[in-house]
């Protein structure tokens, strides 16, 4: 193939946080954008110098030049999207969640089984400073044995856009539990999930979803280990976290209370506040910059996602090297295609779970 990845970006509310990224990358040609809206379109284009620029992503997809897509658009489209993407023999990058339901899930695999084309979910989660930090601990055997894992985000989702309102709080929870699942090296297998509380009438008839919070307990593939993981997005006070906890046999990791506090660090019964270095050196030199800066960090140009996720820990560089590398080296991205469906079906299935009183629900394997 040749020697840069022709990228290009669909939605540029949270996309554009990408294209200096794209831009820097020695491996990435930040070739064309798409969004609906042809001001905001010429506008970003303009002050990013990108004169590839399209208003239909169907178009977009016709174009021979663009080897792969970042799809940035509201959820509902992502399934949509992404098959269409990957009919269209383009490698697939796209935020998160893969899709709605496990059936649009299972598409999506079909396609890019069909394809031969990379598929991968851009969870922030697994490339935060925190996630590669304990990854560190991990690896280095410091950790010992994985004995369960805890995960939990919780966010004020009011204000946001119309197809927010009333979502139910599993559909959106892989932040929550792709650390875990990925940290444990396994994908769950079976979960029984809870709901509790109420929101208002008119979000719950939304989806037809009444609770204020889900929590659920997921039992892993091929393993002893057990993960515990709740959500919630309205009418539940908390300041904004997306956390994980880790108890192992020699360390274990649990994730601040506050924000702007640092994690704690337990050897045996001792434990030590840590504070957790960067890992901008795995990145290439001309990207490093970007897990403390972005578009999206300034006090005049704030993005509501970005500044809730206080920068997603630093993860959005290391997102577009992975799925860059993972095409030029021409390997499975991380997460890959069957990774990124058991990651999001693990919450639509706890939502089921929910709405079942709790009934246990065995999770779709897409692996043959």
């Known amino acids: 193939m040749q020697q840069k990845v022709r990228v290009a970006i669909i939605g540029l509310g949270f996309g554009a946080e990408f294209i200096p990224i794209y831009q820097n990358h020695p491996h990435a040609e930040m070739y064309a954008i798409c969004q609906r809206s042809e ?8 002050h990013f110098g990108i004169s590839a620029r399209y208003t239909s992503f169907e178009q977009l997809l016709k174009d021979d030049q663009v080897d792969a897509v970042h799809i940035n658009t509201p959820i509902p489209n992502h399934a949509e999207l992404s098959i269409a993407a990957l009919k269209a023999g383009k490698h697939v990058a796209c935020t998160v969640p893969m899709a709605t339901t496990v059936e649009e899930c299972r598409q999506i695999v079909e396609a890019q089984e069909q394809s031969g084309k990379n598929y991968m ?12 930090y304990v990854k560190e601990l991990r690896d280095s055997g410091k950790l010992g044995r994985i ?3 805890r995960g939990a985000h919780h966010q004020e989702m009011a204000g946001w856009p119309g197809y927010w309102e009333g979502l139910p709080p599993m559909h959106y929870a892989t932040h929550a539990v792709s650390p875990l699942l990925a940290l444990a090296g396994q994908e769950a297998d079976f979960v029984s999930c809870q709901g509790s509380g109420r929101i208002a009438d008119n979000l719950a008839e939304k989806y037809g979803s009444p609770f204020a919070v889900e929590s659920a307990l997921f039992r892993l593939r091929n393993s002893e280990l057990a993960m515990e993981v709740s959500r919630s997005l309205f009418a539940t006070s908390r300041e904004y976290v ?7 046999e020699k360390m274990s990791f649990e994730w601040q209370q506050l924000e702007g506090e ?5 050897t045996g019964e ?3 506040r840590v504070n957790v270095p960067d890992y901008a050196h795995l990145l290439p030199e001309g990207i490093r910059k970007y897990t403390t800066e972005g578009v999206y960090d300034a006090s005049e140009n704030v993005h509501l996602s970005f500044k809730q996720g206080s920068g997603h820990g630093g993860s959005h560089p290391h997102l577009a090297h992975e799925f860059i590398m993972s095409i030029v080296e021409q390997r499975p991205a991380f997460p890959d295609v069957y990774t990124s469906a058991n990651w999001t079906c693990a919450g639509i299935c706890a939502h089921e779970s929910a ?3 709790g009934e246990l629900v065995k999770l779709p394997q897409f692996r043959k």
């Open 121 to 132: 979910m851009m969870e922030t989660c697994v490339f935060t400073r925190e996630f590669l």
């Open 242 to 248: 997306e956390s994980f906890d880790i108890y192992a």
């Open 39 to 46: 001001d905001s379109l010429n506008q970003i284009g303009d």
């Open 270 to 272: 001792q434990a030590e």
């Open 355 to 357: 709405m079942q009183g």
């Open 262 to 266: 640092a994690p704690v660090v337990f």
């Open 147 to 149: 004995q369960f894992l």
